[in-house]
Each structure stands twice: as C-alpha cells, then as structure tokens.
T-cell receptor, first 112, second 109 residues
Framework: DMKVTQMPRYLIKRMGENVLLECGQD?????MYWYRQDPGLGLQLIYI???????SEGDIPKGYRVSRKKREHFSLILDSAKTNQTSVYFC???????????FGSGTRLLVI | GDQVEQSPSALSLHEGTGSALRCNFT?????VQWFQQNSRGSLINLFY???GTKENGRLKSTFNSKESYSTLHIRDAQLEDSGTYFC???????????FGAGTKLSVKP
C-alpha cells in the first residue's frame, strides 16, 4: 500500500526546545514537500526537496530547516521552537511528470 | 502573491442537492489537484487534472488552463461529503503546488 507516513501524530513542546518531524514514503518518489496548515489559510509551503541533499525554500521557510539524506525520508527541524509555530504540519511526495501528490496524515504540533 | 483563489469560502447544502466549487488562478497553471479534508484532518485525493474533465461517482472536476480556473461539482450531496475542499495548482513540474484557502462544505439532512 503506497503511502506517506508522518511521525509523530501529536507533539507538545516548550518554547525554545528543538523539534524533529519525520516523514517517510515508500514510493521512491524524488520530490517531497513540507507544508503547514493554520485555520483559514489553507496549506502553506515551507520547503521542497527534489532529491537527496537537494532542497529549496518554499514560501515560509523562516524558522525551519530540512534534511533529506535518503530518498524515502524527509525531516523538518525547528531549532528553538516558537509559539507561533503551533500548527498542523503536512508532508507530501510526488512522482515524475504529471502525477498526483500523496499527503501524510499530518503532525499536530503545540508549542507552549 | 496569491495564486489560487477559492470560492465560496463556505457552503451549506441539503442532502440530495448539488453545487459547484471554483478555483481561479492568477497565473497559468499546468495542473490542479482537488482534495477533501475530512473531520480527522486527513487530505483525501479527489482528482488530479492536467486538462479537461474527470468524473468519479457524484463528483466531477474540470480544469481550463487557458482561462485559468478549475471547478469541482458535487451532485446528490450526502452527509459524509461534509468537510473542507481544497484545490492546489502547480505552475510547472519543479514548482510545488499552491493551495487555495478552502471551501468549508456542510451537508445537512
């Protein structure tokens, strides 16, 4: 069953702590994405990864960094989390050419 | 700037009726994808279109790249159709999809 898996599903962190969100896919997709979703704003693009160690900033990269050392894994890192980074984070992947996007189930992060 | 404008922002339907959701694009897009976000927050793929029309059950979607819009038609709405519907469009293969703000659909008995 082809899918995108996000861990953890729920996370509570204190302001200033480091946060690691993990995403995995089993479809050998080259391109992966991180988005965040806030109420009324749809999904906003944080980072794109075109393949291992080939990452680009999206629309709202400030406060985040990413790591992609294996094609099937794409991590989102928050160094010193802030309360305004409380959100739902979605990871997605896609194959080559005209193909649809597959999203994970999301990680709900609360920074207190 | 905003590339995907979705309307309406909210919609209420009675069971058995139908309506259309729309996405307008401020630039030429090469493909669009429609999602339903259910009550658990999961994004469910509905359609991916590079052109033309696709239909699946009570749902039908059209993408007109030249006129920069896409529509999602729902007919014979059921209670389980409630949720938020998003369109996401991409400019080219290396460009990530940008999302509209969503249409919150409520289907009532």
């Amino acid at each position: 069953d082809m899918k995108v898996t996000q861990m953890p599903r729920y996370l509570i962190k204190r302001m200033g702590e480091n946060v690691l969100l993990e995403c995995g896919q089993d479809m050998s997709h080259e391109t992966m994405y991180w988005y965040r979703q806030d109420p009324g704003l749809g999904l906003q693009l944080i980072y794109i990864s075109y393949d291992v160690d080939s990452n680009s900033e999206g629309d709202i990269p400030k406060g985040y960094r990413v790591s992609r050392k294996k094609r099937e894994h794409f991590s989102l890192i928050l160094d010193s989390a802030k309360t305004n980074q409380t959100s739902v984070y979605f990871c997605a992947s896609r194959g080559q050419g005209f193909s649809d996007y597959t999203f994970g189930s999301g990680t709900r992060l609360l920074v207190i | 700037g905003d590339q995907v404008e979705q309307s309406p922002s909210a919609l209420s339907l009675h069971e058995g009726t139908g309506s259309a959701l729309r996405c307008n694009f401020t630039t030429t897009m090469r493909a669009v994808q429609w999602f339903q976000q259910n009550s658990r927050g999961s994004l469910i793929n509905l359609f991916y279109l590079a052109s033309g029309t696709k239909e699946n059950g009570r749902l039908k979607s059209t993408f007109n790249s030249k006129e920069s819009y896409s529509t999602l038609h729902i007919r014979d709405a059921q209670l389980e159709d409630s949720g938020t519907y998003f369109c996401a469009a991409e400019r080219n293969n290396n460009n990530a999809p940008r999302f509209g703000a969503g249409t919150k659909l409520s289907v009532k008995p």
